[in-house]
């Protein structure tokens, strides 16, 4: 939360997955994504999962996003959404 307002959140669920990471475009390019990103995949790695993934719309700036933080395209999902990966290394 920034100035009263919901500046980002994610969600990830214990079984591997990130479902949710957004952030608002008043607060994009400051780091919100990226703290929350790596946050929901540390929590992630110390369930012990050795691979997580997500979906997202192809073409993105959220695909992008991914890629850049080093998630691998693994296919497609129900509803076209892209699939990525992320191996803990």
């Given at each position: 939360?920034?100035?009263?307002?919901?500046?980002?959140?994610?969600s990830?669920y214990?079984?591997?997955?990130?479902?949710?990471?957004?952030?608002?475009?008043?607060?994009?390019?400051?780091g919100?994504?990226?703290?929350?990103?790596?946050?929901?995949?540390?929590w992630?790695?110390?369930l012990?999962h050795q691979?997580i993934?997500?979906?997202?719309?192809?073409g993105?700036?959220?695909?992008h996003?991914?890629?850049?933080?080093g998630w691998?395209?693994?296919?497609?999902?129900?509803?076209?959404?892209?699939?990525l990966?992320?191996?803990?290394?």
């Open positions: 939360e920034t100035e009263g307002k919901v500046a980002a959140f994610a990830g214990r079984t591997g997955s990130i479902w949710a990471l957004f952030v608002h475009p008043d607060y994009q390019r400051r919100y994504g990226k703290a929350l990103h790596d946050t929901v995949v540390t992630l790695w110390s012990g691979r993934w997500l979906s997202t719309a192809p993105t700036r959220a695909e996003f991914y890629v850049t933080q691998r395209h693994c296919g497609t999902v129900l509803g076209g959404d892209i699939r990966e992320l191996d803990n290394a």
